[in-house]
T-cell receptor, first 115, second 118 residues
């Protein structure tokens, strides 16, 4: 059972456009929502993360929007660049007790930004 | 700091063979993890460890074993390789502290081991 559902599976965006990737979850105990970026042949790396007490977090061209009532969160990449072409994973965790640190990942979105 | 290192980078095994995937971190992290990544399936947690001597199963532990005798090392053992274990394996580590700072939760990944079982 997939704890975090991610869409779309692949995304093609023109340079300068906005890339949007969506994730949904069911477990309301989740309290930490990171996004990881993975380039071909490399391990994933943390891009940006949010906690459910805020609705938005922005770091440079990357923004997480969080909707607690809908149990959804999304990654927006503004002014998308060819260097952003990578696979993006959303994830969620319950940050306390015996489950501290354990991440549940979405299936990933392969983003291609055309120049 | 080298971060998280994994060896080997590539390996081809025959069905029924055994091997150990090595993972070492030099960040003094408490928590360590093993994932497998299959195309279109995301990252699945195999085993994790919250400290030396403590390990626990993740989502897909069957066919694998782990041990954690030191803070730095977290090897993954495949006893009887099967074609279903063909995958890319990633080791990761994190501080494992409760708190609001992302640095407490951030998982640092190694470069991966690509394993093929024929």
């Amino acid at each position: 059972q997939q704890q975090v559902k991610q869409s779309p599976q692949s995304l093609i965006v023109q340079k300068g456009g906005i890339s949007i990737i969506n994730c949904a979850y069911e477990n309301t105990a989740f309290d930490y929502f990171p996004w990881y970026q993975q380039f071909p042949g490399k391990g994933p790396a943390l891009l940006i993360a949010i906690r459910p007490d805020v609705s938005e977090k922005k770091e440079g061209r990357f923004t997480i929007s969080f909707n607690k009532s809908a149990k959804q969160f999304s990654l927006h990449i503004m002014d998308s660049q060819p260097g952003d072409s990578a696979t993006y994973f959303c994830a969620a965790s319950i940050d306390r007790g015996s489950t501290l640190g354990r991440l549940y990942f979405g299936r990933g979105t392969q983003l291609t930004v055309w120049p | 700091n080298a971060g998280v290192t994994q060896t080997p980078k590539f390996r081809i095994l025959k069905i029924g063979q055994s091997m150990t995937l090595q993972c070492t971190q030099d960040m003094n992290h408490n928590y360590m993890y093993w994932y497998r990544q299959d195309p279109g399936m995301g990252l699945k947690l195999i085993y994790y460890s919250v400290g030396a001597g403590i390990t626990d199963k993740g989502e897909v532990p069957n066919g694998y074993n782990v041990s954690r005798s030191t803070t730095e090392d977290f090897p993954l053992r495949l006893e009887l390789a099967a074609p279903s274990q063909t995958s890319v394996y990633f080791c990761a580590s994190s501080l494992g502290l409760a708190g609001r700072l992302s640095s407490y939760n951030e998982q640092f990944f190694g470069p991966g081991t690509r394993l093929t079982v024929l």
